[in-house]
């Protein structure tokens, strides 16, 4: 009888041993197994990691081409709109321009036309006096110079007609000092000249520049 439970005891100790065994075998190979899981699972996690990082930035560079793009439509917007803007600007500163001009025309025209009627006035005045008063003058000079101032006094002088008035009145004054001598005329001249003052000379002047 204790044999038996002896034998019983060592058969299930056996047992118990080889069960343990396959225990421990199938244990180990499900650690591998998981291992080779997880890292499979690791690298297909890192795979699709890249994949997505890729997806990501070329959703980033289509975002940013798409953004450039419409940064660019609205600069050209904006430039366009900027430009006629300006355009319109610059039209209504032109008819601005042109509408005061032509005020301005409106207003100094008349003032103009005053001004032109008062400068015609005096000078047909002054030059009445003045012709009144060079004709009196010239009354001696016109037997030498002829009535037209046309003649060469003495037949050597330069003929008077045609100078201006400013010419005439220099060369008087000069004939009165006694520094202007031409043709030999001087002497005389200075005679006939001596007794005009200056008031006289500019009217004499202005007389025979008017023939």
Do not use: W
């Not at 959703?59 to 803007?85: D, F, G, I, N, P």
């Not at 045609?162 to 031409?182: D, F, M, P, S």
């Not at 006939?192 to 003052?197: F, S, T």
């Amino acid at each position: 009888m204790f044999t038996k439970s002896l034998l019983s005891l060592a058969a299930a100790s056996v047992l118990f041993t080889a069960c343990g065994e396959e225990t421990q075998k199938k244990a180990a190979e499900a650690t591998t197994n998981i291992s080779h899981t997880v890292k499979e699972a690791s690298a297909k996690v890192v795979i699709e990691t890249k994949a997505v990082v890729e997806v990501a930035k070329s959703e980033m560079s289509k975002a940013s081409e798409v953004l450039t793009q419409k940064a660019v439509a609205v600069q050209k917007a904006t430039e366009e709109k900027v430009a006629t803007v300006v355009d319109s600007v610059s039209d209504k500163i032109a008819d601005t321009k042109e509408v005061l001009s032509n005020k301005v025309a409106e207003v100094v025209a008349p003032v103009t036309e005053v001004t032109k009627e008062a400068e015609t006035k005096v000078e047909a005045l002054t030059q009445t006096t003045e012709n009144t008063a060079g004709k009196a003058a010239y009354a001696k000079c016109a037997g030498c110079h002829g009535v037209e101032g046309k003649t060469k006094a003495l037949g050597k002088s330069e003929l008077i007609a045609g100078q201006t008035a400013a010419e005439l009145e220099t060369k008087i004054a000069e004939y009165k000092a006694g520094t202007r001598n031409v043709s030999g005329m001087g002497m005389l001249m200075k005679g006939q000249v001596g007794a005009l003052d200056d008031a006289a000379i500019k009217a004499v002047s202005s007389y025979i520049a008017g023939l």
